[in-house]
């Protein structure tokens, strides 16, 4: 047992050694981290030094990566945004497909397949690979882009295609008499999709909410994190019992949370298993490649790679112009198109399984997909580098010139009593807000009354990424426990330096402890509304406007003067500042904190020294 268990761990150490060994080192020659995930599988698997056998097993684990890939993607899909996709959808994305894959069955049936052969050899290659492209969209930053939004409108088609294709082999095996008996007829299928498809509709309108609410509040981290991974293996697994994609019901269910005031929270969760699991998977397609195939079929492969993927891509760039993409668009697309993808695996398995394929033809066919997604890495820098710098089109001009209209956006951590007074004033000039909060009450609360107050750990880093903290303008930290208005002051220093912090202190040495953080703005959380009591109490004993006015600001004056001063002396410092008669006090200068006995402004500590000496001549 000892030894079977070290083996196990040898395997865990290999394959975390490879890719933090491989990917560092071709993101640092500028090649990108798939295809140093790809690299290091081939270099680990069974047909490289030989550390792993059986890849396939792996490779099923690592689906997941792809799965919550999907269901994250799904968390920044709106319906809204789902729904204005839908011509791009079905209509770029149908036409790629359908474009594509006539083109290659053509081209294969001319190098000598039989026509059902090649058309499911084609179909396959035409489902390009999603975990490559989203990766590479995310490592650009183009995931928000209107280019990027058209990319995942193709992935989002050629996902749903997977369905008909599967469908279309075994209703071939059947012609061929290649079928065996006790099938699921058609009728059975089709309905356990529409009602695996409805379960999670249903589950995730009218269930998640309440559920995520009773475990916020009284279940821990560890079982919220548990809850989100459930959601989306939930998802995924009643998708597969119904014939469906894996991806698909993750993604479905992605969507139907988007709105869920607890979208940030599990994007913070299940982000660290996406990226872990998205890389195990490259690694297992690296070691999937059948170097023997290669090599014993070199010609036949080789040639596949080079005329699917040319075919492919003239076909992509062909569709992109009819849809009046611009040319380095459509460039850009068709190369990073290019390729097979993972469910390319899923129609072989499913033709060889039928009798379609016999085990040559799925090797092949397997070898050219993993070729082609080793390469398209490769393809798309070159040809980023043959092309001429981009200049904008009207429609990325127009967007430009919106941006610059822009308000700034503005990230609320905290939404107690202190922030929906803070919040009123940017929403009536209709700044971009966001605001998280831990109370769940106060959350639903909050949602009577219009606000949209999603549940978040502000004190988590992951969370504050989750939240856009590193797109925001303006943080303003409202939190109610200083420690932990002190821990996000922190963190967002350490990770967003950039980002302007505005902070409510919880009182004077609070407020020392921020200004000496660096944070923009601070202010202890009953001054101003203390000084505002004070006031009304002078006027009610009979002074006038005139005199309390000047006494108030003589107090918050003196105020900020002593708050200088403790920055240096500590606490206690300060303390003749606080007497009620100003005149029987002369304020000491500003000092800059760090540097005892220095002025901070030698030219406004002369200037105090006149105005006090002036009013001790006057009287005043």
Same mark, same amino acid.
């Given at each position: 047992?000892?030894?079977?268990?070290?083996?196990?761990?040898?395997?865990?150490?290999?394959?975390?050694?490879?890719?933090?060994?491989?990917?560092?080192?071709?993101?640092?020659?500028?090649?990108?981290?798939?295809?140093?995930?790809?690299?290091?599988?081939?270099?680990?698997?069974?047909?490289?030094?030989?550390?792993?056998?059986?890849?396939?097993?792996?490779?099923?684990?690592?689906?997941?990566?792809?799965?919550?890939?999907?269901?994250?993607?799904?968390?920044?899909?709106?319906?809204?945004?789902?729904?204005?996709?839908?011509?791009?959808?079905?209509?770029?994305?149908?036409?790629?497909?359908?474009?594509?894959?006539?083109?290659?069955?053509?081209?294969?049936?001319?190098?000598?397949?039989?026509?059902?052969?090649?058309?499911?050899?084609?179909?396959?290659?035409?489902?390009?690979?999603?975990?490559?492209?989203?990766?590479?969209?995310?490592?650009?930053?183009?995931?928000?882009?209107?280019?990027?939004?058209?990319?995942?409108?193709?992935?989002?088609?050629?996902?749903?295609?997977?369905?008909?294709?599967?469908?279309?082999?075994?209703?071939?095996?059947?012609?061929?008499?290649?079928?065996?008996?006790?099938?699921?007829?058609?009728?059975?299928?089709?309905?356990?999709?529409?009602?695996?498809?409805?379960?999670?509709?249903?589950?995730?309108?009218?269930?998640?909410?309440?559920?995520?609410?009773?475990?916020?509040?009284?279940?821990?981290?560890?079982?919220?994190?548990?809850? *989100?991974? $459930?959601?989306?293996? +939930?998802?995924?697994?009643?998708?597969? &019992?119904? /014939?469906?994609?894996? #991806?698909? !019901?993750? %993604?479905?269910?992605?969507?139907?949370?988007?709105?869920?005031?607890?979208?940030?929270?599990?994007?913070?969760?299940?982000?660290?298993?996406?990226?872990?699991?998205?890389?195990?998977?490259?690694?297992?397609?690296?070691?999937?490649?059948?170097?023997?195939?290669?090599?014993?079929?070199?010609?036949?492969?080789?040639?596949?790679?080079?005329?699917?993927?040319?075919?492919?891509?003239?076909?992509?760039?062909?569709?992109?112009?009819?849809?009046?993409?611009?040319?380095?668009?459509?460039?850009?697309? *068709?190369? $990073?198109?290019?390729? +097979?993808?993972?469910?390319?695996?899923? &129609?072989? /398995?499913?033709?060889? #399984?039928? !009798?379609? %394929?016999?085990?040559?033809?799925?090797?092949?066919?397997?070898?050219?997909?993993?070729?082609?997604?080793?390469?398209?890495?490769?393809?798309?820098?070159?040809?980023?580098?043959?092309?001429?710098?981009?200049?904008?089109?009207?429609?990325?001009?127009?967007?430009?010139?919106?941006?610059?209209?822009?308000?700034?956006?503005?990230?609320?951590?905290?939404?107690?009593?202190?922030?929906?007074?803070?919040?009123?004033?940017?929403?009536?000039?209709?700044?971009?807000?966001?605001?998280?909060?831990?109370?769940?009450?106060?959350?639903?609360?909050?949602?009577?009354?219009?606000?949209?107050?999603?549940?978040?750990?502000?004190?988590?880093?992951?969370?504050?990424?989750?939240?856009?903290?590193?797109?925001?303008?303006?943080?303003?930290?409202?939190?109610?426990?200083?420690?932990?208005?002190?821990?996000?002051?922190?963190?967002?220093?350490?990770?967003?330096?950039?980002?302007?912090?505005?902070?409510?202190?919880?009182?004077?040495?609070?407020?020392?402890?921020?200004?000496?953080?660096?944070?923009?703005?601070?202010?202890?959380?009953?001054?101003?509304?203390?000084?505002?009591?004070?006031?009304?109490?002078?006027?009610?004993?009979?002074?006038?406007?005139?005199?309390?006015?000047?006494?108030?600001?003589?107090?918050?004056?003196?105020?900020?003067?002593?708050?200088?001063?403790?920055?240096?002396?500590?606490?206690?410092?300060?303390?003749?500042?606080?007497?009620?008669?100003?005149?029987?006090?002369?304020?000491?200068?500003?000092?800059?904190?760090?540097?005892?006995?220095?002025?901070?402004?030698?030219?406004?500590?002369?200037?105090?020294?006149?105005?006090?000496?002036?009013?001790?001549?006057?009287?005043?």
């Amino acid at each position: 047992m000892a030894e079977a268990g070290g083996l196990e761990l040898g395997h865990v150490a290999a394959l975390l050694a490879a890719g933090v060994v491989a990917v560092p080192l071709f993101r640092r020659l500028q090649l990108g981290s798939v295809l140093g995930y790809l690299a290091a599988g081939l270099a680990i698997g069974p047909f490289g030094v030989g550390l792993f056998t059986e890849p396939e097993t792996i490779l099923h684990v690592a689906e997941f990566g792809v799965v919550i890939f999907l269901f994250i993607i799904g968390l920044e899909m709106r319906p809204t945004r789902l729904w204005s996709l839908r011509k791009d959808i079905f209509g770029l994305g149908a036409a790629q497909v359908f474009g594509a894959g006539l083109l290659l069955t053509f081209t294969g049936m001319a190098a000598g397949l039989s026509a059902p052969v090649s058309f499911i050899a084609s179909m396959g290659f035409v489902l390009s690979s999603t975990a490559v492209i989203m990766q590479m969209l995310d490592e650009r930053g183009e995931m928000a882009t209107p280019r990027g939004s058209r990319a995942i409108s193709i992935l989002l088609l050629e996902d749903l295609a997977i369905v008909p294709l599967l469908a279309v082999v075994a209703v071939m095996a059947s012609v061929m008499g290649l079928a065996g008996e006790g099938g699921p007829p058609l009728w059975r299928t089709l309905l356990l999709a529409v009602g695996a498809v409805g379960i999670v509709l249903v589950a995730g309108k009218f269930l998640m909410n309440p559920v995520f609410r009773i475990l916020a509040r009284y279940g821990g981290r560890e079982v919220m994190t548990a809850a *989100a991974l $459930l959601v989306v293996v +939930g998802a995924a697994w009643l998708m597969d &019992l119904g /014939g469906l994609s894996m #991806a698909m !019901g993750a %993604f479905l269910a992605g969507v139907l949370l988007s709105e869920s005031t607890f979208r940030h929270q599990l994007e913070a969760d299940v982000e660290p298993f996406r990226a872990i699991l998205l890389g195990l998977f490259f690694l297992s397609v690296g070691m999937s490649l059948d170097l023997s195939v290669v090599f014993a079929e070199w010609q036949v492969v080789v040639g596949g790679v080079i005329a699917f993927m040319a075919v492919k891509a003239v076909a992509i760039y062909g569709v992109a112009r009819l849809f009046r993409a611009s040319e380095r668009e459509a460039v850009e697309r *068709a190369v $990073l198109f290019a390729q +097979g993808g993972e469910f390319a695996f899923v &129609l072989y /398995g499913a033709a060889l #399984a039928t !009798g379609v %394929f016999d085990a040559r033809i799925a090797a092949i066919a397997s070898a050219v997909v993993i070729l082609s997604m080793m390469l398209t890495p490769v393809t798309t820098i070159v040809v980023s580098r043959l092309m001429p710098p981009e200049t904008l089109n009207p429609e990325e001009a127009d967007g430009v010139d919106a941006a610059k209209n822009l308000r700034e956006r503005v990230l609320i951590i905290g939404f107690g009593r202190f922030a929906q007074v803070v919040a009123q004033p940017l929403l009536a000039r209709d700044v971009d807000v966001s605001i998280i909060d831990m109370d769940v009450e106060m959350i639903q609360a909050a949602g009577n009354f219009g606000f949209k107050v999603y549940y978040g750990d502000g004190t988590r880093l992951d969370v504050l990424r989750a939240s856009g903290a590193e797109k925001a303008e303006t943080i303003l930290v409202c939190v109610d426990k200083q420690e932990d208005a002190d821990k996000i002051v922190e963190l967002v220093k350490a990770e967003f330096p950039l980002t302007k912090l505005f902070v409510r202190a919880y009182d004077r040495g609070h407020a020392i402890r921020l200004v000496q953080a660096g944070v923009e703005y601070q202010i202890r959380e009953t001054f101003e509304s203390a000084l505002v009591f004070g006031y009304q109490v002078l006027i009610d004993l009979g002074f006038t406007h005139q005199e309390v006015e000047e006494t108030i600001e003589d107090v918050r004056r003196r105020d900020e003067e002593r708050l200088a001063i403790q920055m240096v002396e500590g606490i206690t410092g300060g303390r003749s500042l606080m007497r009620g008669n100003i005149r029987t006090t002369k304020p000491e200068p500003y000092i800059k904190p760090g540097r005892k006995g220095q002025a901070l402004n030698e030219e406004a500590a002369e200037a105090l020294e006149e105005e006090e000496d002036e009013r001790e001549k006057t009287g005043a």
